[in-house]
């Protein structure tokens, strides 16, 4: 037993008095949006890329026989390099597939991309333009785009649903 392990009733006694807390001072959501925002500068000095089109509308998001599965499309684009991103939703998990384009040629050969979550970051080496992160949690998620272990640009967040 690790000095980080707790008995099960000091488990359960937590447990208890965080249901408390949130019933009777929850966080402001002023103070979550602020902190979504200070997260989101982590990296202020990557270029960010602008979204260009969100297909979110209820027409976009399909289940197509109610097996549980959506999907919407989302364009981000800055100075010429450009990301289209499906995300497909599969259960409790989606399914993040894209493409870089720099121009019309596909983004420079052997740079990565970083899939950054709230509680996690993926990296993938870019296939001819091409990049594939699955099973990610439902929640925010945004794009990062590396050359030569440097950050070169990102997306903003999107809702990974």
Not at 6 to 32: M, S, Y
Not at 58 to 83: K, Q, Y
Request: aromatic share 4%; proline share 2%; hydrophobic share 45%.
């Amino acid at each position: 037993m690790s000095d980080h392990d707790l008995h099960v009733d000091d488990e359960q006694l937590l447990a208890r008095l965080r249901r408390v807390a949130d019933a009777v001072d929850p966080v402001p959501d002023d103070v979550v949006e602020l902190g979504r925002a200070a997260f989101a500068l982590r990296h202020a000095d990557t270029a960010l890329m602008a979204l260009v089109t969100e297909a979110l509308s209820e027409v976009a998001v399909r289940e197509a026989d109610g097996s549980g599965t959506a999907s919407h499309l989302i364009v981000f684009e800055h100075e010429g390099t450009s990301i289209e991103i499906e995300v497909s939703r599969r259960g409790d998990f989606t399914r993040v597939i894209g493409v870089v384009m720099d121009g019309t040629e596909p983004y420079a050969a052997g740079s990565e991309v970083v899939l950054e979550t709230s509680a996690s970051q993926t990296r993938v080496v870019l296939d001819e333009g091409r990049f594939t992160f699955e099973r990610v949690p439902l929640g925010l998620a945004r794009v990062v785009l590396e050359r030569a272990g440097h950050r070169v640009m990102s997306t903003r967040w999107f809702e990974a649903r």
